[in-house]
């Protein structure tokens, strides 16, 4: 039996698959109307999943902007007092200033420390009032988390020394208390008591709604002789401290190093819960990408329900295609035409079909990234692997569903499918 | 006997031999026998009409030595090779070299150029485009459709469909025409131009074979085979053969 020679067949399979696309875009433009509602399904399906994979990536982004712009190389230590019977227990769990100059002495890496206590202040000028959660800290405090005076000063070691009345205020505090007016050297009266402002800090913007300039930076000394004194065990406790490493240091062995130092100062032993907690910037992303990359997820799988509707659309398009062109199939199996010529061809029709929807729809979808990077100042990246992911997606959609009506045609009569009217 | 001019055939063996040639059907629980076997051969180079009334197998008959449709039993051999083992592929294959199909509906493929119709049986043969439109172009010509080749079936009379079609299935050079009723759409004088190309094809060694149910038609072959209930009831040579007198005449291929 004549059969063709492998040296054509790789020609035979480059050529048919040429044909099988002019074909299927004859077929299409036959039935536009029918084409384009079936593309329309596959079109929403790619928006919308390039979409969720988009905003995805833009929240996970812009997370680790956040973090980046709270300085990108750091430990937090946080004391976590035992807490039996609903007892706060200040044996165990302190930290203190001191803990920190050993830290700062003895964790190697370690380019700086700042101690935080925060409160809830209220603030009020002339015409205007707010409440801020203020920090009270050391001048250490700016550089470590990334947040520096943009305008007049940042507080300074003098005005720890003295706990002086002065203030640094956050851009929305400031302009909640001044307007346009620029607030450096104007009084404000926190809790009644007159403060001066010396300075504003550096705009930061918002993370997961937060707005970061909603703050103020005032002495340690202060903070803790004026607002929260009686709140801590003891007169050199703090709420929680930050430890800045040098670039380039290990975080995980920076944490090490830090609990290790911290279980000997506290004669923790080994079994023990720790009284106290590290954390790190390190940490803080990884966590971060795990809930962005869940959120992302949740996104993606809800969106592919659209995008498996579209798929149904297909098959079900290809099966009526198959069906109307019954007698077609007869006339070119009868032509030569082998079952995997005719299955390819549909194969074809149907990765058409979804590949000019989904090329659409990742038109559209970047279209609205662009959009809600603009206006709503949400980055929603479609670079170039996600847009070839679509479209390879698409194409694979199309194969996917479209393979059943192809397989059914393929197997059709010869003879059965010519005599059909 | 012609020799086929198209290909080189086998001499040793005949065209087509069927062996008691069986296709039954079970309609509601009654096995009917469309073809009660037929054993017959035919030889390279003949012309054959089969004749017969509507129901009485000659279509069935020709679907399987087409190799369109599989007997319920007994054999079709094709230039000697027994068919019934072969998979769908390899039928596939058979039909593209050897058969050369004309129907009566045309079954040209709409919104499609002549060219591009014609050029359907060597996309399955595998050759690159630039020689699809060169051999389907030279056989349109041949068709005497030289100045039709970019129209579609739809600015197309009947007779010149029927040539298109004519030349989709000479495209690959086959050893035989297998044309059921290929003037049943076709006014008389139409008709006859069919048949005188026909005549010339099988004058240059084609196999012809007509199926039909107008003496008219099955008049031009030289040999006539008659089905009834699936039998054949009669096979004879023409005696007075009808020459046709189409104005086309075909070149020698």
Known sequence: MATIPAKRKGQKFLSSWGVNIAIALTALRTNLMRSILTMLGVLIGVFAVTLAVAVGNGAQESVMQSINS??????????????????????????????????EREVPGVIATAPQLRSTLDMVTAGANTSTSAVGTTPGYGQITNHPADRGRYISEADVRSAARVLVLGQTTAETLFGEFDPVGETVRVDGVPFQVIGV?????STFGTDNDDTAVLPISTMRQRFVGD???????LQLAFAGFEEGASLVQGKIDITNLMKDRYRVRDGEINPFRVRTTQEFMEESQFITGILQAVLVAIASISLLVGGIGIMNIMLVSVTERTREIGLRMALGAKGSDIRN?????????????????????????????AYADFPVPIGIGVALGSLAFSAVLGLVFGSYPAIRASRLSPIEALRTE | MAIPATQSADQGHPLIETRELVKSYNLGGEVIHAVNGVSLTIEHGEYVAIMGKSGSGKSTFMNMIGCLDVPSSGQVLIDGTPTADMSSDDLAVLRNEKIGFVFQ?????????????????????????????????????EMGLGDRLLNTPAKLSGGQQQRVAIARALVTEPLMLLADEPTGALDTRTSEEIMAIFEGLNAAGITVIVV???????D??????????????????????????????????
């Not at chain 1, 709270?70 to 609903?86: K, L, R, W």
């Not at chain 1, 800090?201 to 913007?205: I, Q, T």
């Not at chain 2, 020689?131 to 030279?138: D, G, I, N, Q």
């Open chain 1, 70 to 103: 709270f300085g990108s190389n750091m430990a937090i230590i946080v004391p976590e007092p035992d807490n039996e019977g609903g007892r706060r227990s200040y044996d165990r769990g302190r930290l203190t200033s001191r803990d920190l100059r050993a830290i």
């Open chain 2, 105 to 141: 509906q045309f079954n040209l493929l709409a919104r499609t150029s002549s060219i591009d119709n014609v050029a359907v049986p060597l996309i399955y043969a595998g050759m690159d485009k630039a020689k699809r439109r060169e051999r389907a172009t030279a056989k349109l010509i």
């Open chain 2, 212 to 218: 039909t149910h107008e003496d008219e038609i099955a």
């Open chain 1, 201 to 205: 800090l550096e705009e930061k913007g």
């Open chain 1, 345 to 373: 061809q549909f194969l074809v029709e149907a990765a058409v079909l979804c590949v000019l929807g989904g090329a659409v729809g990742l038109v559209l979808a970047w279209l609205a990234g662009s959009a809600l990077t």
């Open chain 2, 220 to 253: 031009h072959a030289k040999r006539r085979i008659e089905f009834r209930d699936g039998k054949v009831i009669e096979d004879r040579l023409v005696q007075n053969r009808a020459v046709a007198t189409g104005a086309l005449a075909v070149e020698e291929a």
């Open chain 1, 231 to 237: 709140s801590l065990p003891g007169p050199d406790d």
